[in-house]
């Protein structure tokens, strides 16, 4: 590992997905899109909307990866407490943002809807914190330090999510090859973790697949340098080529 | 809060989650199990196929938690490193038990495959677990102290699960009504935030939804008193009829 891996974790902020009323997405797409980014993933935490669970996490979490992102918590109610929680683990004052009064100020104006109380706390956020434009429901979203703080609805984490990635710097991409394979992983397990030993520049990882009453596996090569890529995955498609043999048909 | 409250926590273990290759579904699964058995799930934490990770959440999980569960890793290959991992975090020796052994003997004569050394690897477990039955594909999970190991494969972690499930103390359990709000959070916000001060037996959540252009939520309030839950949904729906005649059509 060198200093051109860039990392990131992920905090899920929500009582609802750990009840399990709602099913997690967000935690999926942002895997998806910063693998693409060469953004190496490093964990997940999902908490309570629980400001000590909260800041216990960001801290952890934030010191230790070159970014943090967090869904979910930033809307109107008494149980958004995101801003507020960010704000005590970075230690800032949190207030209403000129900027983000202003655009939900001309959201509501348009919208014809009153632009409550309860609206206006959707305008708090941490000193110094950069706003992240929302264009679904106007409520921006914002980053402090290290830290982008997003919304947990789908579509608009989607939304602020593609705003932020040009701004991230990108890590080395890993290339990836998957390999099908139709032995179980008790069979591949002893000759694959000797591939792995050969190839130390790849990271091969194995997932096993049960379906229709047969389990097979995907074994998946990774690596930032081309040729050490090919030359694992050609050792892994010879072993499994021995192994076809040796078990025939 | 009281002494009746049961708590838990789970350890998502794998690679394949972080790089948004496999989308993770077992946390939604234990969620909703263990919220209909009332214990509280406090926490989820993905980490990667990585020991110290693996340590860290778990010696942070279990200690203040009252159960803790994990999922992923248990297989026959190299990456395959939680049963060990488990060990390092319990101080704990870890070796062939051997149970596993007889039980997955008997399940690979019976298949007419070869017990590999990579096959054996599964019977690994650290001194003193209870083996948790896996009636798909033999390989069994454990438990020790009050860490729970099962398989990442959704069906059998399942099917652990089930097995798991009638041998944990419950909680009280929470009864929960579901109020369906067509006003956005921005409108609810203020009054629901005074109905949760009046009410300090429920736990009030407000869920946005974002559907076809329009905003709307779903409240749900949640106690473990049923007099106590019914008051506080009464004056949910009181408060949504007021805006009703407020707002009109």
Redesign the interface.
Same mark, same amino acid.
């Given at each position: 590992m060198s200093e051109d891996i860039i990392t990131a974790a992920m905090v899920v902020i929500g !009582?609802?997905?750990?009840? #399990?009323?709602?099913?997690?997405?967000n935690? =999926? =797409?942002? %895997?998806?899109?910063?693998?693409e980014a060469g953004i190496d993933?490093?964990?997940?935490?999902?908490?309570? !909307?629980d400001q000590p %669970?909260i800041v216990e996490?960001v801290n952890a979490l934030r010191a230790r990866n070159t970014y943090l992102f967090t869904s979910g918590g930033i809307?109107?109610?008494? !149980?958004?407490i995101t801003a507020d929680a960010i704000g005590v683990a970075l230690g800032l004052p949190v207030d209403k943002d000129a900027r983000a009064m202003e655009i939900l100020t001309s959201h509501?104006e348009k919208s014809g809807?009153?632009?409550?109380?309860?609206?206006q706390?959707?305008a708090r956020v941490p000193e110094g914190a950069i706003l992240i434009d929302n264009p +679904?429901?106007a409520a921006p979203g914002f980053i402090v330090g290290n830290v982008h703080v997003m919304a947990?609805?789908p %579509? +608009?984490f989607q939304a602020m999510l593609d705003q932020v990635l040009p701004t991230l710097r990108a890590g080395r991409k890993l290339a990836s090859q998957a390999i099908f394979c139709r032995f179980?992983? @008790?069979?591949? #397990?002893?000759p694959? @973790?000797a591939i792995?030993n050969d190839h130390p520049k790849t990271? +091969? #990882?194995?997932?096993?697949?049960?379906e229709d009453g047969r =389990?097979w596996a995907e074994i998946?090569v990774?690596s930032a340098d081309a040729d050490a890529l090919e030359a694992a995955a050609d050792a892994v498609r010879a072993m499994l080529e021995e192994l076809e043999v040796k078990h025939g048909e």
């Open positions: !009582d609802e997905i750990l009840s #399990g009323r709602t099913r997690e997405g935690a =999926h =797409h942002l %895997a998806r899109m910063l693998t993933l490093r964990e997940v935490r999902v908490v309570a !909307d %669970a996490a809307g109107p109610t008494h !149980d958004d509501y809807q009153p632009f409550t109380e309860a609206r706390r959707m +679904i429901s947990g609805v %579509a +608009i179980g992983e @008790g069979v591949i #397990g002893a694959l @973790g792995q990271v +091969i #990882g194995s997932y096993p697949r049960y =389990h998946v990774r």
